[in-house]
Protein backbone atom coordinates (compact mmCIF):
# COMPACT_ATOMS: atom_id res chain seq x y z
CA UNK A 1 0.00 0.00 0.00
CA UNK A 2 1.18 3.66 -0.64
CA UNK A 3 1.72 5.91 1.72
CA UNK A 4 -0.67 8.00 2.93
CA UNK A 5 -0.55 12.16 1.57
CA UNK A 6 -1.89 15.42 2.19
CA UNK A 7 -2.34 15.92 -1.55
CA UNK A 8 -5.69 15.55 -2.84
CA UNK A 9 -4.52 16.27 -6.68
CA UNK A 10 -6.53 13.37 -7.81
CA UNK A 11 -9.80 14.67 -6.82
CA UNK A 12 -12.28 12.17 -8.38
CA UNK A 13 -15.16 14.58 -8.11
CA UNK A 14 -13.18 17.31 -10.61
CA UNK A 15 -13.79 14.49 -13.14
CA UNK A 16 -16.13 15.42 -16.04
CA UNK A 17 -16.37 12.19 -18.40
CA UNK A 18 -18.06 9.06 -16.91
CA UNK A 19 -18.49 5.33 -17.90
CA UNK A 20 -21.58 3.30 -17.60
CA UNK A 21 -21.19 0.31 -14.24
CA UNK A 22 -24.08 -2.31 -13.74
CA UNK A 23 -24.56 -3.29 -10.21
CA UNK A 24 -26.99 -6.07 -9.15
CA UNK A 25 -30.51 -4.74 -8.51
CA UNK A 26 -30.47 -5.92 -4.96
CA UNK A 27 -27.30 -3.51 -4.15
CA UNK A 28 -28.98 -1.26 -5.27
CA UNK A 29 -31.91 -1.08 -3.38
CA UNK A 30 -29.31 -1.52 -0.33
CA UNK A 31 -28.05 1.96 -1.39
CA UNK A 32 -31.78 3.29 -1.39
CA UNK A 33 -32.23 2.12 1.81
CA UNK A 34 -29.15 3.65 3.16
CA UNK A 35 -29.89 6.99 1.10
CA UNK A 36 -33.00 7.31 3.55
CA UNK A 37 -30.92 7.16 6.77
CA UNK A 38 -29.54 10.19 8.18
CA UNK A 39 -26.17 8.97 7.93
CA UNK A 40 -26.25 9.31 4.23
CA UNK A 41 -27.24 13.21 4.75
CA UNK A 42 -24.66 13.71 7.17
CA UNK A 43 -22.23 12.57 4.68
CA UNK A 44 -23.25 14.13 1.42
CA UNK A 45 -24.71 10.86 0.50
CA UNK A 46 -27.75 11.83 -2.06
CA UNK A 47 -27.41 9.80 -5.40
CA UNK A 48 -26.66 6.01 -5.81
CA UNK A 49 -23.76 7.55 -7.63
CA UNK A 50 -22.55 9.51 -4.80
CA UNK A 51 -22.38 6.04 -2.69
CA UNK A 52 -20.61 3.65 -5.40
CA UNK A 53 -17.87 7.00 -6.40
CA UNK A 54 -17.65 7.01 -2.38
CA UNK A 55 -16.99 3.14 -2.09
CA UNK A 56 -14.83 2.58 -5.20
CA UNK A 57 -12.65 5.73 -4.42
CA UNK A 58 -12.42 3.81 -0.42
CA UNK A 59 -11.11 1.06 -2.48
CA UNK A 60 -8.88 1.82 -4.52
CA UNK A 61 -7.09 4.19 -2.04
CA UNK A 62 -6.92 0.92 0.46
CA UNK A 63 -5.01 -1.53 -2.59
CA UNK A 64 -3.02 1.68 -3.79
CA UNK A 65 -4.55 2.41 -7.24
CA UNK A 66 -5.29 5.71 -6.03
CA UNK A 67 -3.39 7.78 -3.46
CA UNK A 68 -5.12 8.25 -0.32
CA UNK A 69 -7.19 11.76 0.24
CA UNK A 70 -6.46 13.63 3.24
CA UNK A 71 -9.85 15.75 2.82
CA UNK A 72 -13.29 15.51 1.38
CA UNK A 73 -15.73 17.97 0.90
CA UNK A 74 -19.08 16.50 2.47
CA UNK A 75 -21.49 19.17 1.90
CA UNK A 76 -22.02 22.77 2.20
CA UNK A 77 -25.18 25.16 3.83
CA UNK A 78 -25.53 28.53 3.91
CA UNK A 79 -22.92 29.20 6.68
CA UNK A 80 -20.90 26.38 7.05
CA UNK A 81 -18.93 23.06 5.19
CA UNK A 82 -17.93 20.38 6.48
CA UNK A 83 -14.84 18.94 5.54
CA UNK A 84 -13.78 14.84 6.24
CA UNK A 85 -10.37 14.49 7.85
CA UNK A 86 -9.28 11.10 6.60
CA UNK A 87 -6.17 11.01 8.97
CA UNK A 88 -8.04 12.08 11.71
CA UNK A 89 -10.87 10.11 10.95
CA UNK A 90 -13.37 12.90 12.20
CA UNK A 91 -15.54 15.62 10.28
CA UNK A 92 -14.13 19.40 10.46
CA UNK A 93 -17.12 21.87 10.99
CA UNK A 94 -16.18 25.40 8.92
CA UNK A 95 -18.24 28.00 10.15
CA UNK A 96 -18.00 30.95 7.80
CA UNK A 97 -18.52 34.47 8.36
CA UNK A 98 -18.92 37.58 6.41
CA UNK A 99 -17.19 38.99 5.01
CA UNK A 100 -13.56 37.44 5.20
CA UNK A 101 -13.93 34.87 8.56
CA UNK A 102 -13.72 30.86 8.39
CA UNK A 103 -13.96 29.03 11.85
CA UNK A 104 -12.60 25.42 12.37
CA UNK A 105 -14.78 24.42 15.05
CA UNK A 106 -12.17 20.88 15.11
CA UNK A 107 -8.91 22.88 15.88
CA UNK A 108 -11.05 26.34 17.51
CA UNK A 109 -8.70 28.25 14.92
CA UNK A 110 -10.20 31.17 12.43
CA UNK A 111 -8.24 31.22 8.91
CA UNK A 112 -5.54 29.15 9.62
CA UNK A 113 -5.88 25.73 9.76
CA UNK A 114 -5.46 23.34 6.92
CA UNK A 115 -9.15 21.96 6.60
CA UNK A 116 -10.30 25.96 6.07
CA UNK A 117 -7.20 25.91 3.02
CA UNK A 118 -8.63 23.19 1.96
CA UNK A 119 -12.66 23.91 2.44
CA UNK A 120 -11.65 27.25 0.53
CA UNK A 121 -9.60 25.72 -2.30
CA UNK A 122 -12.99 23.56 -3.17
CA UNK A 123 -15.54 25.16 -5.95
CA UNK A 124 -18.61 23.51 -4.37
CA UNK A 125 -17.39 26.12 -1.36
CA UNK A 126 -16.17 29.39 -2.99
CA UNK A 127 -18.34 29.87 -5.48
CA UNK A 128 -21.73 30.15 -2.69
CA UNK A 129 -19.69 32.26 -0.45
CA UNK A 130 -18.38 34.17 -3.23
CA UNK A 131 -22.32 34.65 -4.20
CA UNK A 132 -22.74 35.32 -0.78
CA UNK A 133 -20.28 38.20 -0.72
CA UNK A 134 -17.41 36.41 1.03
CA UNK A 135 -14.08 37.41 0.44
CA UNK A 136 -11.82 34.48 -0.25
CA UNK A 137 -7.86 35.46 -0.36
ZN1 LIG B 1 -9.14 22.72 11.34
Known sequence: MKEPSESHERNMDDST????????????????????????????HRSRSSVVVDALIEFMESHGYLQRRRYTHINTYDDFAL???????????????????????????????DHVRYALEQEKIRKPLASAGFRIS
Open 17 to 44: AYATVKIPARLASLIDEYLRTDDAAIRG
Open 83 to 113: IRDHQLNTTACIRFSLPDKAYCELCETWNIC
